[in-house]
């Protein structure tokens, strides 16, 4: 089972929750961390990262002397990244998208691949789970081509030890929460009960529904706010599957880089629960296959 | 022999105001100076696109055959683009029309850039 937690708003939770479930997840587990721009879930887990490479995208390098001005390459780029002006052909290697379009319709042989530094993919273990998490470059504008380098390494670690997967997504409903949520068999979205929140969850509800796969609701400082997200998941069918409390111990130990399951005894409860209620709800196609 | 020029602009006409950003302009008006005869080019498709509006927007000056572009804010990009067009740039023109612009490079105030002047999107 993959589960990746995920929010319309930023600072509601998910690496929270994800952290406290990779806590007591009852069998084989890998966490991942998937908000390459900025991983915070290897600060809760505390990972020894004994591995990492360097995530490489192919951009293609043009040889001006090879050149016809075509624009064969210019026309089928979509993203601006390849341009013929005049008789001058421009690369924007940071602009592209990597979809190797140019260098198959080249037909002078004037283009050849070469790469844009993506960032790196970092993994290891974090006591008995495995970790993997990426982390982009500076200065790199896109994420989900690092995030398909993550999810290969996870696939290659998930062969040598089978078991379930947690994703911490990015915030948002744009690129990079999308490749993140994608291939999951269930989205837990974290959000609190306030304006803001809900506005958020809607918009992650929303995005998410055409994937098709099942969606539940973690609320986090409940006791805050008013009711209006419970009356959403009443309407909408969405379940609600646990409510944090706000709590001064819980922000003082998420200050401190711990995990809310370590130090709360309560919430050790709250989140065992949370966990074991998972499986039901994902997406019966996974389990199926399991047997 | 005059040259033609592309001024940014907010619509059609000459006496549409100029749209001072260039990858994103409403469109862009290209007249020959002497005879101030004009033709349109709209840039519309600019406003969905995500990246690349300033390389689009030059690709379209250049195929219109202007040599020198009159406008606001030309990024980074958009800036080596026209470059390699062999289009100059007379830039940093704000709340004027298409007329006025072309008024004011023909009375000489108005120089040509050796470089971008905004940051851009990307």
């Not at chain 1, 998420?254 to 966990?275: H, I, S």
């Not at chain 2, 840039?43 to 195929?63: D, P, T, W």
Request: hydrophobic share 45%.
């Amino acid at each position: 089972m993959r589960v990746a937690i995920a929010s319309g708003k930023g600072g509601t939770g998910k690496t929270t929750v994800t952290a406290s479930l990779a806590r007591v997840w009852p069998g084989p587990l890998t966490a991942v961390d998937m908000d390459v721009e900025e991983p915070n879930l290897h600060l809760f887990l505390k990972p020894e990262l004994a591995h990492s490479e360097q995530a490489l995208m192919e951009v293609p390098e043009a040889d001006e002397s090879l050149c016809t001005a075509c624009g064969a390459c210019s026309e089928i780029c979509q993203f601006k990244a390849i341009s013929l002006l005049g008789e001058t052909l421009l690369v924007f290697p940071e602009m592209c998208h990597g979809c190797g379009g140019c260098l198959m319709v080249c037909p002078a042989g004037a283009l050849h691949p070469a790469s844009r530094h993506l960032g790196e993919v970092l993994w290891g273990r974090a006591d008995s789970a495995g970790f993997v998490m990426g982390r982009l470059r500076v200065g790199e504008a896109m994420s989900p081509p690092l995030m398909r380098a993550v999810n290969r390494r996870l696939q290659a670690m998930l062969t040598e030890e089978p078991g379930d997967v947690l994703v911490d997504a990015p915030p948002g409903v744009s690129c990079p929460a999308v490749s993140a949520v994608s291939g999951a068999d269930l989205v837990l979205l974290v959000t609190e009960p306030t304006p803001f929140g809900l506005f958020d969850l809607r918009l992650a509800h929303q995005a998410f529904t055409p994937l098709g796969m099942p969606m539940a609701v973690v609320i986090n400082r409940a006791g805050l706010g008013d009711e209006k997200v419970h009356d959403y998941c009443r309407r909408s069918g969405l379940p609600l599957l646990a409510e944090i409390p706000f709590d001064a111990e819980a922000a003082s130990a998420y200050a401190q880089g711990q995990v809310l399951t370590d130090v709360l005894p309560t919430m050790r409860d709250l989140f065992k629960d949370l966990a074991a209620a998972l499986p039901a709800l994902a997406k019966p196609l996974r389990e199926a296959s399991h047997a | 022999m005059s040259i033609k020029i592309a001024v940014s602009s907010e619509g059609p006409g000459l006496d549409d105001m100029l749209d001072s950003r260039f990858g994103r302009a409403a469109g862009f008006v290209v007249v020959d100076p002497e005879t101030m005869e004009s033709t349109y080019l709209n840039n519309g498709a600019a406003q969905l696109r995500g990246q690349g509006a300033g390389i689009q927007a030059a690709e379209m000056v250049a195929g219109s055959g202007a040599k020198l572009v009159l406008t606001g804010f030309v990024g980074p990009k958009a800036f080596q683009a026209l470059q390699a067009a062999g289009i100059q740039v007379g830039q940093d023109l704000q709340g004027l029309t298409v007329r006025q612009a072309l008024d004011r490079y023909k009375a000489g105030q108005v120089q040509t850039a050796q470089a971008p002047n905004s940051a851009g999107r990307r």
